[in-house]
């Protein structure tokens, strides 16, 4: 079973920044489309943004664009979310995943492969 591990996540103030990894050595990483989700309680598991495999392409959700930077690492098998100016409705579970096939894509049933989570939670 592939294993994606996220951390970085945790507590931080309205404003802030943060910034999350995602790591796995199972995968050939650079043959695949990283991609990163959020779900809030109550809430359907929504797109946050994808990144290409070589060319570093980026595809963000509205909702995150020009606050939120997806980047990877291929020698390192690592990709990243750089968050900031982050807003209480940033509250989730954020998930990486990994996708085989697609350009860029923003359905999770896109995706192949995906982490445990990691809590992000923002105060007011």
């Known amino acids: 079973q592939v294993q994606l591990v996220e951390s970085g996540g945790g507590l931080v103030q309205a404003g802030g920044s943060l910034r999350l990894s995602c790591a796995s050595s199972?995968?050939?990483?650079?043959?695949?489309?990283m991609g990163w989700f959020r779900q809030a309680p109550g809430k359907e598991r929504e797109f946050v943004a994808a990144?290409?495999?070589?060319?570093?392409?980026?595809y963000y959700a509205d909702s995150v664009k020009g606050r939120f930077t997806i980047s990877r690492d291929n020698a390192k098998n690592e990709a990243y979310l750089q968050m900031n100016s982050l807003k209480p409705e940033d509250t989730a579970v954020y998930y990486c995943?990994?996708?085989?096939?697609?350009?860029?894509?923003?359905?999770?049933?896109?995706?192949?492969?995906w982490g445990q989570g990691t809590q992000v939670t923002v105060s007011s």
């Open positions: 995943a990994a996708a085989k096939f697609g350009v860029l894509p923003s359905g999770s049933h896109e995706y192949d492969y």
């Open positions: 199972e995968i050939t990483f650079s043959t695949y489309v």
């Open positions: 990144i290409s495999r070589v060319s570093g392409r980026t």
